[in-house]
């Protein structure tokens, strides 16, 4: 595929999973590789993670993640949760971070897929079937999403703000339906409405599971799509991932001069 062609994959279908072989010494070469052939930006670090206290408690800093972050602890056979609906960046406003990157290492022994949901679909589905349900998740207080991270003034580590909206043009989402969100449907039926479609009938129709193998990397757009990661068990070894976010879309840069 040319980067043309994979460019136009992931801002077309809203994601793409290419093979990226991983050098050993430094597995995140293949996110800096991959980022060039997209035109992607630097890679970015979420606010959450720009947090000195956050930093301090989770251990997680920079704009490049290992998954789990150490995977020395993980016991050969283990099982893990799977994760609820969200796209990445928690505090970040709509549309803040356009596009993940996630990258196989090692793969689990069963399960382990990413599930995507493409929420902006089932926004314009919903549009055409229920235009007030589709308008409460336009409303700037729809959504609360908030860390749960053990700091002196957990305050500042909640962010509210629409569901859906535009962003230069383009519709995007911070869809995200999990333990760390809050939905302002006290006294709105409309949003209710919205969210038994998009927890249900939505998620049926507009969701797809990706299971990658070592070496395979997923690419999606993070203001389009919402995406979860499904309960896994390791193997021998762990299941490892690595993560790189970017505020930018795929865009090829022109050279014709
Ligand atoms: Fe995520």
């Not at 994601?15 to 890679?43: C, E, K, M, Q, T």
């Not at 995200?176 to 009938?201: C, F, H, I, K």
């Amino acid at each position: 595929m040319t980067d043309l062609e994979l460019i136009s994959e992931v801002n077309n279908r809203g994601y793409a999973v290419i093979s990226a072989p991983s050098a050993a010494d430094d597995p995140f070469d293949a996110h800096r590789n991959v980022a060039r052939s997209l035109g992607l930006s630097d890679a970015y670090t979420p606010v959450l993670y720009r947090d000195l206290e956050v930093c301090d408690v989770v251990g997680q800093v920079g704009p490049y993640n290992e998954i789990p972050r150490d995977s020395t602890s993980v016991l050969p056979w283990s099982e893990m949760p799977g994760q609820q609906f969200h796209v990445d960046g928690l505090l970040e406003p709509l549309g803040g971070i356009k596009t993940t990157v996630l990258h196989c290492l090692e793969q689990a022994h069963s399960g382990g897929e990413t599930e995507l949901f493409f929420s902006c679909e089932a926004f314009l589905k919903l549009s055409a079937a229920d235009e007030d349900a589709a308008r409460s998740l336009l409303h700037p207080e729809a959504l609360t999403r908030f860390a749960t991270i053990a700091v002196t003034d957990p305050t500042r580590l909640r962010a509210m703000g629409s569901a859906f909206g535009r962003v230069d043009g383009a519709l995007s989402t911070r869809f995200s339906d999990g333990t760390t969100e809050v939905w302002n449907t006290s006294g709105n039926p409309a949003l209710q409405r919205a969210l038994d479609y998009l927890r249900g009938p939505a998620l049926e129709a507009h969701s797809a599971r990706i299971r990658l193998a070592p070496g395979d990397m997923l690419i999606f757009r993070n203001d389009r799509v919402s995406h979860r990661g499904c309960a896994y068990q390791n193997g021998d070894r762990p299941r490892r991932l690595t993560r790189s976010m970017y505020s930018s879309a795929p865009f090829r840069r022109t050279l014709d001069r």
